[in-house]
């Protein structure tokens, strides 16, 4: 009964130093050597300090810039010490809720634009923290963003395609566009900095 | 479906069998002691952990020896994790300063990774430090993978061995499998993950300071916290060992878990690689390799076709949304479908091919959220555990819970011809078909019973998060994921409670050992068999008919068993979604 207990005690020290402690510092090693930019987290750094994670979204409500897909995280959208989705099923009544808040708050935006409104912009992403949209929804946003940054809507619509990451290969995945690099791109765009922008024109 | 989706998963499944195959012949020659290169590169880490764990390990073992040997290291390792969990406060590598876990949540998590199940009542980076994913939850990943692979391999002896009186020696089994297998494919899986992105370090969070304040909910936010730690060297693990517990709580749906496109098709690859390579392995190791392509070719008939079905249920417009002026066709430009809950990167193709693999796969892990899956699109993982875990199944797992189908299969074929049955020269007589039964009975039990009480008592429907037949669907599932080891969840029901937290863990037990148990007393009595050799009346058990056969099992067992408790939940909630005004 009792002699496979002292084996089974060994084993598992061995085990937890050789898999718990050794093997994720030795990839955490190889990891901050190979790819230190990836390890920590792909930040953005501006004047020495991080303004975001190229994978983490954010939370955007100002109708000059782009939104990203709602969240579900709490206490707040976008909260990224703790990733949470909505988990509400197909034909709960607080998703069809949801998603009517979410339609009206994009329509008062934009009164203008009767387009229907791309399903992505309107659902929670299942982290909570998913950085892209469509690009449906990001040109379904074109009008609004130009017009309220006093810009020519063919430009935005550049700025939004470029902005586009295709499928890996062609194949895999879907296309989307990172609405918060793609935020940094429109800053850019309409408030260039004075000395950047006269080389620009040129 | 559209062209692009019959692709992406055309490509799975074929870089997938390409995958399976090499690395199957190469785990038979590992296993048989044939690995000559890998032997000498890793041979003395190999003999020096079989060294240090005592003077007699490397001697055969009887079944109930070997079964004690499973018990004992398996209830050490809980034992570990849950006092890892309670005094995680007081220990090190703690940035983030969480406070101890709580005892039933700690209980529940430590059966869950010992069982291979890892079913999380807990969310990920909000309550566990990083040395507990690290000591408790990563190591419990290796140990539980590697677990089933050796009973798996004491199974493959019983047939292999005739007039036998022992069935291999664990530790060696278990330090094989980690020395050769799961370590290597871990750590180069790992790197490669980082590169997408997964992140990999000790730092607790980055702090990044917001270009537009955002509204919290105490007044606005200036600055968005992060949180880091050592994720790749878990992940990889997680989904090479059927383990599926994430870092994070969204698990592989949080883009520091899973980044891109290419880093979802990798982990999507490691979920199946083991469970699928070991048939091959199988096959080379009872001397007939089309025994193991029959396995495969069973498995793959019934994964191919519900993957397929997830996507199409997926695909399909939420009509209570239809009317409310939103997109919902998939185009050049959006997936559309149903996206609630689910990551733009992946779109529908690459979450609904997951959902499939993951609970073929006894592993758990998801990208997007099983709970806001369409009623159809949510049967088809909830089903797949019904059906026993093994369709590919877990690691080692997965493997002897199909071998008992197989003998089931093989049990009902004799019945109607009226013969002995025999299953690779050994005859299955009363005392396999009873444990085989036990294999198949046991954990539906504990589903069914389980959900039965939780459906008749306010602990059990009060944490619910869904409500009508949705909300039944969600324990339903609960219960069969934590009954047959699988750990993904309808993730709106709260789990941390009492009552979940203990009848969850009570299943994962039975689900786990009472599988093990009857499957190594099957070994134990198949080995002293003699071999008889193939008459004209004997069934062959590599053709096709095996495979119709073997499938014809598996379904008929899962859809007889599943069917009425399927029926008031997904069944339901697809038709009268179909009647809501």
Redesign the interface.
Known sequence: MFTQLRPAAVMLALMTLLTGALYPLLVTGASLLLFPHQARGSLVVEEGRAVASELIGQCFSDPRVFWGRPSATTPNGCNAASSNASNLGPTNPALVDAVKARVRALREADPGNAAPIPIDLVTTSASGLDPHVSPAAALFQVPRVARLNLLEEARVRALVLAAVEPRTFGLLGEPRVNVVLLNRALQRLAHPPAHAGTNMRQ | MTG?AL??CA?YLVALTLLAVPLGSFLARVFSGEATLSQRVLGPLERS?LR???PR?EEEMTWP?YA??VL??N???AL?VYALQRLQAVLPLNP?SLPAVSPEVSFNTAVSFATNTNWQAY????TMSHLTQ???L??Q???SAASGIAVLLALVRGFSRAQAKTIGN??AD??RS?VYVL?PL??VL??AL??????????G????????S?????GA?TT?????G?V???V??KELGTNGGGY???NS????EN????S??LELLAILLLPAALCFTFGALVQDKRQGVALFAAMMVIFAPLAFGCVAAEQRA?P??AR?????EV?????????????????I???ALWATATTAASNGS????H?????LGGLIPLWLIQLGEVVFGGVGSGLYGMLVYALIAVFIAGLMVGRTPEYLGKKIEAFEVKMSALVLLLPPLATLLGAALASVTSAGTSPL??????GF??LLYAFSSGAHNNGSA???LTASGTFYTFAIGVCMLIGRYWVIIPVLAMAGSLEQKKRVPASAGTLPTHGPLFVTLLTGTVLLVGALTFIPALALGPVV?EL??AA?P
Request: charged share 10%.
């Open positions: 692009n692709a992406q490509v952990l240090l764990t005592g390990s020896a004690l040997a004992w290291f209830l050490l390792g570990a983030a969310g990920g980076e909000a690290m000591l408790a990563t190591v990943n290796f140990a664990f530790w278990l330090v980690l370590l871990s750590l790992a790197l980082v590169s997408q992105g997964v992140v990999q370090t000790f730092e969070h980055a702090t990044v300071a917001l270009a537009d955002q509204q919290g909910a105490a936010l968005q916290e992060i949180a880091l050592p790749a060297s878990q990889a693990i994070f709580n969204a749906a949080h883009p520091l980044p891109t496109p290419l979802n098709l939420n209570l949304l409310l002026g939103v997109d919902q185009s050049a430009e959006q997936a559309g479908g149903n996206a609630e809950g689910k990551e733009v990167r992946f779109g193709t690459g979450s998801v990208n997007a959220m709970d806001s899956f369409t009623p998060g869904n409500p009508g037949a949705h669907s969600e309808f993730g709106g909630e009268s979604r809501l």
